[in-house]
């Protein structure tokens, strides 16, 4: 079967760095997706990876390895909003999203 | 401000009865869906439309229909209402369908308790 796996909960402080992790069994696949929500919001989309390799965008970082199934979103210099749920989703062969049931984040001043 | 809306944002609703969530959109986004999110579960695709006219069943459509009558609406039925289709419902569109970067812009979510 297809699956998401990521962790419960993280807990980090702020101004540090945390790395959120996600593995993934598709069938095929067409890239992974990070989202973000912050607690009775919508998720926003943080990043797209396809190709192997590291994304930057400002203090939020997207790796993947397609030949492990892993990806890991990088948060830098954590701010108290960055407190949310980060969503980690995989396109399957079917161009159908796989979701991941997400990662709570709690950042401590 | 361009997006998503969804209403209701919250109904409480006894079981049997029919209910309609209405999604609109005006970002004449080709694609819409809808997700359910339950706690400690992954959004699970419930119905998509790739494009007006046109309606597909996702990972759990038992329970529920749909209509993509034009691009901006896309409504989602419940006919009769049980107790395990409490939940969020988020409905979401991407300017084409999900091949390629696919982004999806979600709503803001209607919360929906079944007595």
């Known amino acids: 079967g297809q699956n998401i796996d990521q962790p419960t909960e993280m807990t980090a402080t702020e101004g540090a760095i945390v790395q959120i992790n996600c593995t993934y069994q598709?069938?095929?696949?067409?890239?992974l997706f990070w989202y973000q929500q912050h607690a009775g919001e919508a998720p926003t989309f943080l990043s797209y990876?396809?190709l192997d390799g590291l994304e930057e965008k400002g203090r939020f970082s997207s790796f993947l390895s397609r030949s492990k199934g892993y990806s890991y979103l990088l948060l830098k210099e954590l701010q108290m909003k960055d407190s949310a749920s980060y969503l980690c989703?995989?396109?399957?062969?079917?161009?159908?999203?796989?979701w991941g049931a997400g990662t709570k984040l709690i950042i401590k001043p | 401000i361009a997006g998503i809306t969804q209403a209701p944002t919250s109904q409480i609703l006894a079981a049997g009865r029919r209910m309609t969530l209405r999604c609109t959109q005006d970002?004449?986004?080709?694609?819409m869906y809808w997700y359910r999110q339950d706690l400690g579960l992954g959004l699970r695709l419930i119905h998509y439309?790739?494009?007006?006219?046109?309606?597909g069943k996702g990972e759990v459509p038992d329970g529920y229909s749909v209509s993509r009558a034009n691009t901006d609406d896309f409504p989602l039925t419940l006919a009769s209402a049980v107790p395990s289709q409490t939940s969020v419902y988020f409905c979401?569109?991407?300017?084409?369908?999900?091949?390629?970067?696919?982004?999806?812009?979600f709503g803001e979510g209607s919360r929906l308790t079944v007595l």
């Open positions: 979401a569109s991407s300017e084409s369908g999900l091949a390629g970067t696919g982004e999806l812009f």
């Open positions: 970002m004449r986004h080709n694609a």
């Open positions: 439309s790739n494009t007006a006219g046109t309606t």
């Open positions: 598709t069938s095929g696949f067409n890239g």
């Open positions: 990876n396809v």
């Open positions: 989703a995989a396109l399957d062969s079917n161009y159908q999203l796989i």
